[in-house]
C-alpha cells in the first residue's frame, strides 16, 4: 500500500468465528427419531406376530397328540401256511389256516381253522387243529379254542406217519411251539393206542420226550384185556 506501511487484517470477530448450535425442540427431535427408527421397529412387530401365528396354527400333518391304534387288523392271510426250518433245512413245524389276522395295537394274531405240526428230535410229529387260535405275532406259541385235538403220530419203518397213538380232546390249549409242549386247565378226553379211555381235569404233555402228566381228578375206561393191543 502507499507509504510503504505494511497493511495487517484483523482479527475475526468471535461472532464471525462460529455460532453456538441451538437445541432443537423436542416434538422436532421426536420425530426425527421416529423417521429413523419407526420402520425397524415395525419389521420387529411384524417378525414376532409371524412367529405367534406359526405356533397357533395347527400342523399340517395332523394334531401332536398320538392317536392310539385301534384293534382292528393292519393285514390279513387266507389260506396260509407258515414254516420253520432247523439248521439243516428240515421243516420243523408248520402253521396252517383258513385265515389269520394281526391286530397293531396288541401285536397279535388271529387264525380260524388252524392246524400245526411240529416234530422232536426222534422225527415224531405231533398235530393239533382248532377252530381257532390266538397268540403273539412270530407264533411261538399259540391258544387253542374250540374242538381242539391233539395227536401223536407214530413212526412207521418206511418213514412216513403211522396212526396216531395218543389223541387228546379238549375245548381249549395253550401250545408252545418252540418249547413242543401242550398244556390246558380244561377237562379233556384221552384215548390211547392200547384202547384205554381216561377223562382227565388238566393235563401237560412235552413232545421233546414224551411225557404225559394229568392234573387234578382222572377216569380210566380199560377195553376188556381180549380187546387190548400188545
Not at 396288541?106 to 411240529?118: S, W
Request: proline share 7%; glycine share 10%.
Amino acid at each position: 500500500m502507499a507509504g510503504g506501511e505494511a497493511s495487517t487484517l484483523a482479527p475475526l470477530s468471535g461472532a464471525a468465528h462460529g455460532r453456538k448450535r441451538q437445541r432443537q425442540p423436542l416434538a422436532w427431535r421426536v420425530q426425527a427419531w421416529l423417521s429413523h427408527y419407526l420402520p425397524l421397529v415395525v419389521l420387529a412387530l411384524l417378525a414376532a406376530g409371524t412367529g405367534w401365528l406359526v405356533k397357533q396354527s395347527p400342523s399340517p400333518d395332523g394334531p401332536t397328540v398320538p392317536i392310539p391304534p385301534r384293534h382292528k387288523p393292519d393285514y390279513e392271510m387266507t389260506g396260509f401256511e407258515l414254516q420253520r426250518f432247523d439248521a439243516s433245512g428240515q421243516v420243523q413245524a408248520w402253521v396252517r389256516g383258513e385265515a389269520l389276522r394281526h391286530y397293531p395295537d396288541t401285536d397279535r394274531i388271529e387264525i380260524d381253522g388252524v392246524t400245526v405240526r411240529t416234530r422232536n428230535a426222534d422225527g415224531q410229529w405231533l398235530t393239533a387243529q382248532a377252530k381257532q387260535a390266538e397268540g403273539p405275532r412270530d407264533g411261538s406259541s399259540l391258544n387253542l379254542k374250540g374242538q381242539v385235538r391233539l395227536q401223536r403220530l407214530q413212526r412207521s419203518e418206511e418213514g412216513g406217519d403211522a396212526p396216531a397213538d395218543l389223541s387228546l380232546s379238549t375245548d381249549a390249549l395253550e401250545l408252545l411251539i418252540d418249547a413242543r409242549q401242550a398244556r390246558t386247565t380244561a377237562n379233556a378226553l384221552v384215548l390211547t393206542g392200547g384202547g384205554a379211555r381216561m377223562t382227565v381235569r388238566g393235563f401237560q404233555y412235552d413232545h421233546t420226550n414224551g411225557q404225559l402228566r394229568f392234573g387234578g381228578p382222572s377216569r380210566t375206561e380199560l377195553p376188556p384185556r381180549s380187546a387190548r393191543s400188545p
